[in-house]
């Protein structure tokens, strides 16, 4: 199991891989960061990244190691990895590779209430969410193309992911929509029959409030 973090943020795991390259100041940070895509990959909010830094420091995960001026800009600190930090880089990395975590997703909270909307809408709906899952998943391909053969697929890796990602999805989406609308999927008719009638059958109830179906339940 992942244990709890100094400075758990994965704007700090982000910081710290930019650093354990050279040392540099915020702003060089962030500019990295913006460069790698880091910020699409790991959800960064850029208000936090001074914090983070100071708190990365604080716990002995940077050092400065100096300071630079340009023109009239403000002087900037420059901060290093220190070897704390590249333990905790190392470990940190290890523990999200080895350990599934669990995740809120959007869509999974959608699909849990799903049952609040009338079959022929989730059909609608699933196929909008296929399209944009389908431009996705084109684009992300086009990307990717794009950096076959000028960067080692070790530094997209996370792309290669997230569009093994997509696809699945897709296929699963279609999977439902397609078992929807042509009546494959379990207990259509009883879904049908709430939104229709807004009654569900007594047996449904049942099973619904953790009991047992009449017809299953022992005579008293």
Wanted: charged share 30%.
């Amino acid at each position: 199991m992942a244990r709890k973090r100094k400075v758990n943020n994965l704007m700090a795991l982000a910081v710290l891989s930019v650093l354990v390259m050279e040392p540099t100041h915020r702003y060089g940070i962030a500019a990295r960061l913006r460069e790698w895509g880091k910020d699409r990959d790991m959800g960064i909010k850029w208000g936090s990244l001074y914090t983070v830094v100071d708190n990365l420091a604080k716990h002995g995960f940077l050092e400065v190691a100096g300071s630079e001026r340009d023109g009239a800009r403000p002087e900037r600190t420059i901060y290093r990895i220190t070897p704390a930090g590249r333990a905790e880089l190392d470990d940190w990395t290890r523990d999200l590779i080895a350990d599934p975590a669990p995740e809120q997703r959007p869509f999974m909270a959608g699909l849990s209430v799903l049952s609040v909307l009338p079959p022929e809408d989730v059909v609608e709906l699933l196929g909008q969410r296929i399209g944009k899952l389908e431009k996705a998943i084109a684009d992300a391909r086009t990307e990717m193309a794009a950096l076959e053969g000028t960067l080692p697929r070790l530094f997209w890796i996370e792309d290669d992911y997230e569009l093994a990602m997509l696809e699945a999805e897709a296929a699963w989406a279609r999977s439902l929509r397609d078992s929807l609308a042509d009546g494959s999927f379990p207990a259509l008719d009883t879904w049908r029959t709430w939104h229709h009638e807004g009654t569900l059958p007594d047996d449904v109830l049942a099973l619904m409030e953790g009991g047992a179906p009449d017809s299953h339940r022992q005579p008293d």
